[in-house]
């Protein structure tokens, strides 16, 4: 793929990964949770670039697929046909590298990504409340991994400029369980879906 530098503009033919199955090449895993697959350094300027490109992140092993398809692109009906019968199978469409890195996160410690995104509704509407600002309500919270011995979930989100962090505790997400088991028909339908705040917006007003 050729890339363009954001700072200086030079061109350079940089390494995309269309396909990621990490049962192939485990270390490709690593590199997708830590965001660095989707890096790339100007041999001209030295500055890091992000790339944005379709991709197919797949983890035989997680029963995980999440397809990366920036804009309002679809999943090709012939694929998404074939895969939504897979037994035990998350599908997910996801539009940003982020929402990739995060989803793999959240799988690869164990969580649900429903159960995580009801966490974050909650933790929205505490934080508004808490500082006393409505916009909060709206921000981007991003799953960052668990923490402590009571496995708290960490969230990062942008306020005023810079990245700060909010810890949850794990009795968040073991309530979210609740409600998500008196209320079933919040699961996402077969094929790939997109989980996310809009998503989960059908169902907490």
């Known amino acids: ?37 989707f890096v790339w350094e100007c041999p001209y300027c030295g500055a890091r670039n992000l790339l944005k490109y379709q991709t197919l992140y797949h983890d ?4 995980l697929m999440v397809w990366l398809l ?6 090709p009906r012939a694929v998404a046909d074939a895969v939504k019968e897979l037994d035990g199978y998350s599908l997910r469409l996801v539009r940003e ?13 164990g969580l649900d990504d429903v159960l995580v995104e009801m966490c974050k509704y909650v933790t929205r509407m505490e934080l508004a409340d808490q500082q006393r600002r409505a916009e909060l309500q ?14 708290d979930l960490v969230f990062s989100f942008p306020q005023d400029g810079e990245m700060k962090v909010v810890n949850v505790g ?7 369980r609740g409600i998500l088991g008196r209320n079933p028909s919040m699961r996402p ?13 059908r169902f907490f007003r």
Request: aromatic share 8%.
């Open 170 to 176: 794990f009795r968040v997400y073991e309530d979210a």
């Open 97 to 109: 590298v982020g929402d990739l890195v995060e989803k793999v996160n959240i799988h690869a410690c």
């Open 138 to 151: 709206d921000v981007p919270l991003k799953f960052f991994k668990m923490d402590g011995p009571d496995n």
């Open 1 to 37: 793929m050729n890339a363009t530098c954001t700072r200086c503009g030079e061109s350079h033919e940089v390494l995309t990964f269309p396909s990621i199955n990490v049962a192939q090449d485990p270390d490709l895993k690593a590199r997708v949770r830590d965001g660095s697959l």
């Open 70 to 75: 920036p804009g309002d692109q679809q999943p």
């Open 60 to 63: 035989p092993a997680e029963k």
């Open 189 to 201: 339908s077969s094929g790939f879906a997109e989980v996310d705040a809009a998503w989960l917006g």
